[in-house]
């Protein structure tokens, strides 16, 4: 499987976009990665509002004991305490849910700012990178064949370069139509520049 272009100006040019395409790629995850630790940032908020909570509904258990323990009075003075404590326990649910929401929102905010235009990145960049194998692979697979050096020729008369099949020959077609070896394989050549696939040697 032949990666880059036998020649030289287009291998840099692939080379090029294969680098450009990985540093976008690398910025737009760093991006992502930045967005996501910012809004999860915002999951703090939560945490303290557990915490207080946390230790609203710790006081007023603890108070609700104590006067729980005054003989006649206690079960009717701890009740408020009791309720209060269930106060607290709404807090600690609220701040929990809060940060599972900004948990989720620093997902979706990074997938959508560094996996998104990553994933575009690389399909269009293998989109051309795939192409090129295939076309180098199918011209190689041509040269290989039984009258190849004819089929390529082909493919360079039917090209979309007719400048360089002109450069062969002032009649191209006619000399290959009469099966001459010269403009057959220099149109061949053509075929094989084309696609950036060196001759064998």
């Known amino acids: 499987m032949q990666i880059y272009s036998a020649s030289n100006a287009v291998r840099a040019r692939q080379v090029a976009g294969d680098v450009v395409a990985v540093g976008l790629v690398v910025v737009f995850v760093a991006l992502g990665l930045a967005v996501a630790a910012f809004v999860g940032g915002l999951a703090e908020l939560g945490r303290q509002i557990e915490e207080a909570g946390a230790g609203f509904q710790g ?55 560094g996996g998104l235009p990553s994933t575009v990145v690389l399909w269009v960049w293998l989109r051309g990178r795939v192409a090129f194998v295939r076309r180098a692979s199918s011209v190689r697979g041509l040269l290989a064949l039984p009258g190849g050096e004819d089929l390529l020729a082909l493919r360079a008369l039917t090209g979309r370069d007719a400048r360089a099949a002109l450069a062969v020959s002032p009649d191209p077609v006619a000399s290959w139509r009469a099966g001459d070896p010269v403009v057959v394989r220099r149109l061949a050549d053509v075929a094989l520049r084309e696609a950036g696939v060196a001759r064998p040697r």
Request: aromatic content about 2%.
């Open 59 to 113: 006081t007023m258990d603890d108070a609700s004991r104590v006067l729980g323990g005054i003989p006649l009075l206690g079960g009717a003075a701890s009740a408020p305490f009791d309720g209060a404590a269930g106060a607290g326990q709404t807090l600690v649910d609220a701040g929990r849910q809060q940060q599972d929401d900004v948990g989720r929102a620093a997902l979706v905010a990074g997938l959508l700012v």
